[in-house]
């Protein structure tokens, strides 16, 4: 599919919103016929129109403390309850997504922006400069992806910001062995000696033969690490690394639960099944999308 | 295989240096201002040279570094910068308590990813086959904080069984000591197990397909047999390797769920010397936790090039 796209003069013959055979539309209707994708989908619509409409979403303030409704419980006022500074839970949730998704998407792009241009020329050149490259990201590799983030963490200074460069960075290290991978794949290709052998310079190679190629592997692997990026994140911030309280985030609703695990075990079920769902829907949206993007893979199951 | 193990560590070595530099440069080199963040709330511009000149982080940084390299080629960390504890002594006390709790972890994801993951593998498409896909990606979607916190719910406030918090050393009353592990062992060992059960299944799918499989088969073997016989033990040579990216999440596990329980390991005191800007104690454990990875890392892929010759010569 990502070849497809990247190459032929045909493609740009097709209409791609009435004709029923441009890849994008076969795409869909593949996808469409898994229930798997279809629910994950579901939920991270839900979760990112939160994150991009929370006031519409939310019926309460979320940092609006309101000592009179502290834990009341499930009731119509707050249908999912209060925290023990009577803040809404279900409003708190709804910002914390906006959270989540800004980090995620934000920690996934630096990965991508630095990764991909490191992994292509590193599998075009080869030779030292591919070693010296390559050995680079496996002492990146060395440390848990958690431990790396706070060793960042520890120099920059806490706060959200920090927290997504800190995410962000080692996800270098992951999109540059990917797109590596894939650029060693097809460099031995005919394809690619006779875009040499009509002149094409290295910049012309990279942009238009060897980024296309790593279109699949990326979009899939990204997805999978907006979950990761999501669980780190609700991590630092439960740890009081990340998002500073009274700021909503899933991670801090968990702090303040972990104190009244006993009075009020809800507090933290709620917030920690929100992470659980949102992070479950980017695992089994990448894991259809590498059955449906990498042909390599297909069958395997 | 000589030449392979010498390689190998070599590189690791290499690998080991640019942890070094990688280590000590975030935390020193990264604009976050180290002095006036130690020194506390609102610091005035005195106060911040004070504790700059105090902690000798006023010199040049490549001085710095090459003293602390220094320092690790004799097995000396530095001191803390709060209470001029050695560090090295410091972590040697803690590590007990992460080693124990990792290698339980590591044992009780093994014992679950192993079975599982061959039966899965044994016969794709079934309903368990499903199950594991399912509890695998759950493994991987359930933050452990929030898992380790559902825990504390049900087998220490609701039933009792366990203790929710803190440990007991095993030389005064061992029994007491898994008692109080039991919940951190299963809290990383159920979040790391998926990913391996995977593997397993993987292997399991891959090797079914070859030839002497279906040899094996048409001779007339029980498919027990051939599962047992010839699956199987071909199916674990890949599986090695993942062990060393187990080790990884499983310290990486390790931070968190420590601090949760509120175990006196690594883990823990890494956080806790986070939140208080002690450095050379973050500097320490991490390069301490990473070269733990490298080394088994090594010893992963030595003992894979040793069961799997065509890796030696690659």
Redesign the interface.
């Known amino acids: 599919m990502s070849q497809k796209s990247g190459d032929s003069a045909q493609d740009t013959l097709i209409d791609p919103v009435s004709n029923r055979t441009s890849p994008f539309f076969i795409f869909w209707r593949r996808f469409a016929r898994r229930p798997i994708g279809v629910f994950s989908l579901s939920i991270l619509s839900i979760v990112i129109f939160c994150a991009l409409l929370p006031s519409i979403v939310a019926t309460h303030d979320p940092i609006l403390y309101d000592g009179k409704a502290a834990l009341v419980g499930f009731q119509t006022d707050h249908w999912l309850g209060t925290d023990n500074l009577g803040r809404d839970t279900y409003s708190r949730l709804v910002h914390g997504a906006r959270t989540a998704i800004v980090v995620g998407f934000a920690s996934v792009a630096i990965g991508v922006v630095g990764g991909l241009p490191i992994g292509i020329l590193a599998g075009w050149w080869g030779g030292r400069r591919d070693e010296v490259l390559m050995?680079?990201m496996?002492?990146?590799f060395?440390?848990?992806?958690?431990?790396f983030t706070?060793?960042?963490?520890?120099?920059?200074?806490p706060g959200i910001q920090?927290v997504t460069i800190a995410i962000g960075v080692p996800f270098i290290a992951v999109f540059a062995r990917i797109s590596r991978g894939s650029t060693l794949a097809v460099k031995q290709q005919d394809f690619i000696s006779s875009a040499l052998s009509i002149g094409a310079g290295d910049a012309r190679i990279a942009s238009r033969h060897l980024l296309p190629n790593a279109f699949a592997p990326v979009v899939v692997q990204g997805t999978l690490l907006f979950?990761v990026a999501i669980?780190i994140e609700?991590?630092l911030s439960?740890?009081?690394?990340g998002t500073k309280p009274p700021d909503p985030s899933w991670g801090i609703m968990?702090t303040t639960?972990?104190r009244f695990?006993?009075q009020e075990?809800v507090l933290?079920?709620i917030p920690?099944v929100a992470?659980?769902?949102t992070?479950?829907a980017f695992?089994?949206i990448g894991?259809v999308l590498r059955d449906l993007l990498d042909p390599r893979l297909r069958g395997?199951? | 295989m000589q030449t392979f193990i010498l390689r190998r560590t070599f590189s690791s070595i290499f690998v080991l240096f640019i942890v070094t530099l990688i280590t000590f440069f975030s935390i020193n080199l990264l604009p976050g201002d180290l002095a006036s963040r130690i020194a506390g709330e609102e610091p005035s511009q005195e106060q911040i040279e004070m504790v700059r000149e105090a902690l000798g982080l006023n010199r040049p940084l490549h001085v710095r570094y090459f003293e602390w390299i220094g320092g690790i080629i004799r097995l000396d960390l530095g001191d803390s910068l709060r209470t001029q504890a050695d560090v090295s002594e410091l972590i040697g006390r803690k590590l007990a308590v992460t080693a124990e709790l990792g290698l339980l972890a590591l044992i009780v994801a093994i014992a679950i990813a192993i079975p599982v993951g061959v039966l899965a593998g044994a016969r794709p498409g079934t309903f368990l086959d499903y199950g594991l896909t399912i509890f695998a990606v759950g493994g991987v979607s359930i933050p452990n904080f929030f898992l380790a916190m559902v825990f504390i719910i049900f087998f220490a406030v609701k039933l009792g069984w366990f203790p929710a918090l803190g440990t007991v050393s095993i030389t005064e009353d061992p029994l007491g000591n898994i008692r109080s592990l039991v919940l951190p062992i299963f809290t990383i060992g159920l979040t790391s197990c998926g990913s391996m059960a995977r593997q397993v299944r993987g292997a399991m799918v891959e090797v079914m397909r070859q030839d002497y499989v279906r040899t094996a088969r048409s001779k007339g073997l029980q498919e027990r047999d051939v599962i047992l016989r010839h699956v199987f033990r071909n199916a674990l040579i890949p599986v090695v390797t993942v062990l060393g990216l187990q080790m990884t999440i499983i310290i990486g596990g390790s931070i968190i769920t420590e601090t949760i329980f509120k175990l006196p390991g690594m883990g823990k005191l890494l956080i806790d010397s986070i939140y208080i800007m002690d450095t050379p104690i973050v500097q320490g454990i991490v390069l301490v936790l990473a070269a733990t990875i490298l080394a088994l890392n090594l010893l992963v892929d030595i003992s894979y090039a040793y069961l799997d010759p065509r890796i030696r010569y690659s």
């Open positions: 050995r680079l496996d002492a990146i060395a440390f848990p992806s958690l431990l706070l060793l960042i963490i520890t120099g920059l200074g920090n979950g669980i609700a991590s439960f740890l009081g690394l968990l639960a972990q695990l006993r075990p933290a079920i920690g992470i659980s769902l992070v479950l695992n089994l894991d395997a199951d």
